[in-house]
């Protein structure tokens, strides 16, 4: 049994016993989005600081407070428990009091969407479906290819056109079979949510599977955890559907109702200025969505966010803020974060970083300042993405002349400033 209570429509607060809905019948899919309550009580009986120390190093750890019957479930291995890694360069450059990374571009397929595909891809099997579907613009699609490819289902995948090569190449390492949709992003979603009821295929989309959400929590639980006798007052994350950051701060604020920790941080949520609907929102208090989008960080070019009410909540709950960052910030931002923390970004990861390079601007955060940033995804995934930002090779013929030629030439590495 798991410790679900029942599932609230964010719209209308209408409830729903567990299995009884997606999205909410009258608000409908677009605004009736569905929040996964759980028994906090009974889940602070069993899940406390000692009882973490001894469970396996994994997101599965926080069973308790995950939307899965068998309380015993890890049908899909390699993901969760990613390093927080300190990065006092960067900070330096950032000219913030501490930096800590969040590495979600080690976890198996190399993003934070591993953590939201393992729970779905666990209650398709419950459910006794033998193929997952989503569409996608990359992560989404790559992880649950990861997922299933794991467990033994199989994969249906709606991709747009546009995919980058690196993502579509794992979809079909991993064996999925790939719709490859000559259309928008919105035409490939609504293609796969029909594929889904036409087949009786188990649909990971994030927008209307409810659990999936739940599994993005487990970041904030075990930021929380890694953090706990040492909290950051920032927890930063960057938003396209608005998902992941809904998560992450469920995850901190449940940590501190089950009193594992004693603080919660606010939430810093950074969108592309070409597709940044959620931020606006905030600053104006009006959701409008946008005809299309326009930024070089594919991962977080969502135009029409659909968990746009949760991330605004998280923020607003949390007295944190929202800001935007240009595409250029955000290559800067992939040049910095490679160069002085040793992580490969993908622009959507590094965006992150880039927003707090915008905030210290803002005077939103301090020089003494201690944040936590979500690398949400692998620089690997695209890396034309990565060429665009980074200066190129010297091309040389193998003599040690033009080496040194260079090397007496070349200035040496720029001390770049954070954007
Ligand atoms: C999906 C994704 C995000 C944003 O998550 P949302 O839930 O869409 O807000 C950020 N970075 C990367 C790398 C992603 O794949």
Redesign the pocket.
Known sequence: MSLVTKLVCVNCSGEFAEGQAFTCPGCGMDEGILDVWFDLDRAARTLTRESLAKRPRAHWRYRELLPLDDTDHPVVTGVGWTPMIEVPRLAEALEIGRLRLKDEGRSGSG???DRASSIGVARAMQERATSVACAST???ASSLAYCTAVAGLRAEIFVPHNVPEGKLAQLLAYGARVFRVGGSYAQAYDLCTRACDRFGWYNRN?AVNPYLVEG?KTGGLEVAEQCADDPPDWVVC????????AGVYKGLAQMEAIGIVAWRTRMLGVQAEGAAPIAAAWRTGEFVRSADGDTYAD??N?PVPR?WNK?LRAVRDSDGAYVTVTDAEIMAAVRLTGRLAGVFA?P??AAAVAGIAAARRQGIVDNRSDVVAMI??NGLKDTTGALRAVPGPHDVPPDLDRVVHIVEHDAPCPPEDAG
Not at 238 to 244: A, H, L, M, N, T
């Open positions: 993003s934070f969407k990359g992560n989404a994030c993005k960057s938003v396209g559907d608005g998902c992941s950051i991962s977080i969502v968990n991330a993908e959507a990861a949400t995804g």
